[in-house]
C-alpha cells in the first residue's frame, strides 16, 4: 500500500503525516508540538537532526537538516566559498551556517497556499532530499575545514549526483 492510500481525508495535519513516516522508517522521533517535529536519520557519513515545522500562518511546511561542524577559524571564509557552490548546485533547498550554533544547516520550505495538502510521498521526498544533499556535500566541507583543501578541489568530490541505491 503507497503511504497515499493511508490517507484518507485530505484535512491530515502535514506534521502528522511526518511522524507516520518517521515510524514507517524506524526513525527517533519527538513530536515536539501539534506543529513540530524533530527527527534523527542516519546517512552513511553521520546521523542528520531534522526539524519540521508547519506554520498555518504563512501556510509552510518548513525543514531544517542539521549536523555539527567545529570547522577551525581561519577556514571560515572557505566553508563559506564551498557553501556557496554547493548552493549553486541545487535547486531544492540551500545551505547556510549557523556559527554560533556550529551547525551546517539544508532548510526548506514548502508553500502550501490556499489550503493545498502535501501528500505522503511529497514529504518523504522533502526529507530524503534533505539528507541525501547534506550526504552529497558533507565530504567538500570536511575536506575544506579539515584537509585544507581549496573550495574547487573540495567540490570534485559532490560533482556526479548519485541515482538508484547500491
Not at 493511508?6 to 519527538?30: G, K, M, N, Q, R
Not at 539544508?106 to 505522503?120: D, E, F
Not at 541525501?132 to 567540490?155: G, I, L, N
Request: some cysteine; aromatic content about 12%.
Amino acid at each position: 500500500m503507497s503511504f497515499s492510500e493511508t490517507y484518507a481525508s485530505d484535512e491530515i495535519h502535514p506534521i502528522d503525516i511526518v511522524e507516520t513516516l518517521a515510524e514507517h522508517h524506524e526513525w527517533e522521533f519527538d513530536r515536539v508540538t501539534d506543529d513540530q517535529i524533530a527527527m534523527a536519520v542516519e546517512g552513511q557519513w553521520r546521523t542528520y537532526s531534522l526539524t519540521l515545522a508547519w506554520s498555518a500562518q504563512d501556510e509552510t511546511l518548513r525543514l531544517i537538516c542539521t549536523f555539527e561542524m567545529e570547522p577551525p577559524e581561519h577556514r571560515i571564509g572557505d566553508l563559506y566559498d564551498v557553501l556557496n557552490r554547493c548552493n549553486d548546485m541545487v535547486w531544492t533547498g540551500a545551505f547556510t551556517w549557523w556559527a554560533e550554533q556550529k551547525l551546517m544547516v539544508w532548510r526548506y520550505g514548502l508553500v502550501l497556499a490556499g489550503g493545498q495538502v502535501a501528500g505522503p510521498e511529497q514529504i518523504d521526498r522533502l526529507i530524503s532530499s534533505a539528507v541525501m544533499a547534506s550526504e552529497r556535500f558533507y565530504p567538500a566541507f570536511q575536506m575544506v575545514a579539515w584537509a585544507e583543501h581549496t573550495p574547487a578541489d573540495a567540490m570534485k568530490v559532490a560533482i556526479a549526483e548519485a541515482y538508484g541505491r547500491a
